[in-house]
Structures are given as structure tokens and as C-alpha cells.
């Protein structure tokens, strides 16, 4: 079985039980320092399953990528009890990938983004002064994709762990690994 299949049949799953962010999921990476860096964020997946997000040029995560590409992905499923991590690494996102990307992006988030995009993690004196921007923007501006619209995809995947509390006694935990540029799985069934 292809873990990534698998993957988008639980995150399907999760949506059905009515999770408002069946797509998010915790990125881990290192920063220059070597420590550890998480965050939240909204993942998407291609045909084949292969995850991808996106992001703001002047966020932690793409320092950090830039510096290392390697980083894990951990969805956390809480009304099904089950988790998915994998590891792997990772590529900028082609520029007419974004743009179809931006585009299946609901338009109020698109205009939003426009506000917030190019400043994210600056510091913030008051929301007042993003909502006042966000009342300027001329209409059908959100149709544009912004440089500052920048995303990173997974092109190599190494180890996808999932993990499920079931009815029984013990949870089931399934380790899949292959070798760099190998096609095949390995399945390995380890104690919870």
C-alpha cells in the first residue's frame, strides 16, 4: 500500500467527522542554531498524495528550509484518534504551481493575504491598522498572484508513521520507509 494514499484517506476521513482543519498539521525544522522549530499550518496535497504548503518569504520556516530542506509533517486527527508523520524533504514550489494554488484559494482569504503576506511575523502595534488596509484593497485584486505567495512541497519521502487508538487494548502504529529515490515501501508493524 502507498502511504500517501493513506494519508489522504485519513485527512478525508476527518473531514467527514465534521474537523474544521482536517488539512492542518504541525512542520517541524531546524533552525541555524540546530533547535528545533515547529508550527501549524494548512497542508495540501497534489494527485499522488505529495504534501505541500505555503507561506510568507520572511517567515522562520523558509530560513530554516534554505538552510536544511529536510523537516517532518504530523497531522494530528483528534476525532478519530489517529496521527500521521512522515519525513522527508523538501522543494520550493514551482511559480505555475502557486498560481493555481492562489487561485483555488477562497477569495476572502486571498484579499487577507494581500494585507498580511508581505509583513508576516513582523511586529503588530494594532489589527485596527490590517483591517483598515484590508478596506483599501481595490476589488479584484485578490485575482493576482502576490510575490509574496511562496510555498514548499515534499519531493522526497523517507518514513510515514501512523498511529491509531482503537477499541482494543493497544494502538496499532505502522512504520512505511524506503530508500532514497527507491519506489518501494516497506511496512513495519511496531508496538505502540
Known amino acids: 500500500m502507498n502511504p500517501l494514499s493513506r494519508l489522504l484517506q485519513w485527512v478525508q476521513e476527518e473531514r467527514t467527522t465534521g ?5 492542518g498539521a504541525v512542520l517541524g525544522t531546524t533552525g541555524r542554531d540546530g533547535s528545533p522549530r515547529t508550527r501549524m499550518l494548512g497542508v495540501h496535497f497534489d494527485a499522488d498524495g505529495w504534501p505541500r504548503f505555503h507561506t510568507s518569504p520572511g517567515s522562520r520556516k523558509v530560513e ?3 538552510l536544511n530542506p529536510r523537516a517532518s509533517l504530523t497531522f494530528a486527527f483528534q476525532h478519530s484518534l489517529r496521527s500521521v508523520s512522515l519525513e522527508g524533504t523538501l522543494e520550493p514550489i514551482p511559480r505555475h504551481q502557486l498560481i ?10 486571498r484579499r487577507s493575504y494581500l494585507v498580511f503576506g508581505h509583513r508576516s511575523g513582523l511586529p503588530l502595534d494594532a489589527t485596527e491598522a490590517l483591517e483598515q488596509t484590508l ?7 485578490e485575482n493576482e498572484t502576490p510575490d509574496s505567495f511562496i510555498g514548499y512541497r515534499f519531493t522526497g519521502i523517507g ?7 482503537g477499541t482494543g487494548p493497544f494502538a496499532q502504529h505502522e512504520v512505511f520507509t524506503r530508500d532514497e529515490g527507491s519506489k518501494e515501501w516497506k511496512c513495519l508493524r511496531v508496538v505502540p
Open 19 to 23: 474537523a474544521p482543519f482536517s488539512h
Open 159 to 165: 518514513r510515514v508513521a501512523f498511529y491509531s487508538v
Open 135 to 141: 478596506q483599501g484593497i481595490p476589488p479584484g485584486a
Open 64 to 66: 530554516d528550509l534554505e
Open 100 to 109: 493555481k494554488d492562489w487561485l483555488a484559494l477562497e477569495p476572502s482569504f
